[in-house]
Structure formats: C-alpha cells, structure tokens
C-alpha cells in the first residue's frame, strides 16, 4: 500500500485532501495506537510489539517506516519516539479518544 501523503488520491479522496491523508494513514492497522504508546516515551521494537499484541513483525516494520516517512516518529538511542509533529497530534487525538471513551462509548452499555 502506497504511503499517503497530501496532494495525492488517497482512500476516500481523489484530491488528497490533507486531512484524509492524515486519516488514511492513522486508518492503517495499529498505526494510532503506535502512536498512542510512544506519548508514554521512547519504545524499543520489541516493546512495541507486545503492546500491539496481536501484530506481525512484517506489519509493525511496515507501519514504523510508513510513520517514520510521515515524520510522526522517528528512531533514536533509546528506540521509537513521538517526534514534534507526532507530538502534536496526539494531543489532538487524546481528547477524541477521552471523547469516545467517555460519551460515545456509553451509548452502547
């Protein structure tokens, strides 16, 4: 699968709006939660993949460089990390998942 950037087709849009190939992007397995763990700090690979349990190597190597080309995360000493960017976004992400934690989610109980 081709990395979306913006100004190129992506899923749901041939114009490669911004903001939906941001969504493409974090829409990709595992791809929002890598970045949701490493707010928490620099991640060794290893570290990574036990808290995406269920993940591949191939997948999780795939998503880190597609990240990594995203400039979301980047590879230093300590493993893993959030770069500015990455930083950025989660702290928009992190109240959409309080959001749908705490008001969403109880429509369902």
């Known amino acids: 699968m081709k990395l979306p950037v913006p100004g190129n087709p992506v899923r749901g849009s041939i114009t490669g ?19 949701w763990h490493l707010n928490n700090g620099p991640s060794k ?3 990574i993949q036990e808290y995406c349990q269920s993940i591949s190597p191939t997948t ?6 597609e990240l990594q080309k995203s400039h979301l995360i980047e590879k230093g000493n300590e493993g893993y990390q ?9 702290q928009f992400i992190e109240p959409l998942g309080m959001w749908a934690r705490n008001s969403w989610a109880k429509k369902f109980e």
């Open 45 to 47: 690979f290893r570290s």
């Open 82 to 90: 959030l770069t500015q960017l990455g930083n950025e976004l989660y």
């Open 17 to 35: 709006q911004p903001i939906m190939a941001l969504l493409d992007l974090l829409g990709r397995n595992w791809a929002m939660g890598i970045i």
């Open 60 to 65: 999780l190597n795939t998503r880190l460089k």
